[in-house]
């Protein structure tokens, strides 16, 4: 028995290293958290609109680095003419705030309920409800939060997909 003792500690036990005196760095890297701020916001969807270009207009008509149609400018009180605001970078700037907010007062009531919440398969967000109303207006919106009615541009380019893309910034309106 004795001799099984002595046999068993041998294999358990653990091996013993004497030390070299050589030291060992590790270098821990922490993973770097992108920053999902406004200004990254206006980047990325002005980059998925126009490729961050002030001076595009598609072939249905919208102007700019944020896309903006007649109407929504005019809605938004900006009376310009097209030429003047393609080629004011600050102007579209000012008119994406201004709609953002705009969108944001007529969709709160949704921002509240809803926020934080998944529907089919989406996590409803402040910034991708902004962002579905900048493709599909507030009443688009409305109208999935309602009764689920998905909205399509003239791309194809649906709703929910902007919900999903631009949800969870952190915007600062």
Do not use: C, W
């Not at 003792?5 to 030390?19: D, G, H, K, R």
């Not at 902004?130 to 689920?148: D, E």
């Amino acid at each position: 028995m004795r001799n099984l003792l002595i046999i068993l500690m041998v294999f358990v036990s653990p091996t013993m290293v004497a030390p070299t005196g050589n030291v060992i760095e590790v270098e821990i890297i922490e993973p770097k958290t992108e920053i999902k701020d406004q200004n990254k916001f206006l980047n990325d969807i002005g980059f998925r609109e126009s490729g961050n270009r002030y001076d595009v207009v598609n072939q249905f008509g919208y102007m700019g680095k944020y896309q903006f149609g007649k109407s929504t400018l005019r809605t938004l009180k900006i009376k310009v003419t097209k030429d003047a605001f393609l080629n004011s970078p600050d102007l579209q700037e000012y008119a994406m705030i201004q709609n953002l907010n705009y969108n944001k007062n007529k969709l709160q009531k949704y921002i509240d309920q809803f926020e934080g919440q998944e529907i089919n398969g989406i996590l409803i967000t402040e910034s991708g409800i902004l962002a579905a109303a900048h493709l599909a207006g507030a009443g688009n919106v409305r109208k999935f939060f309602r009764n689920g009615k998905e909205f399509k541009d003239g791309f194809g380019t649906s709703m929910t997909s902007y919900m999903t893309e631009f949800g969870g910034y952190k915007l600062n309106l």
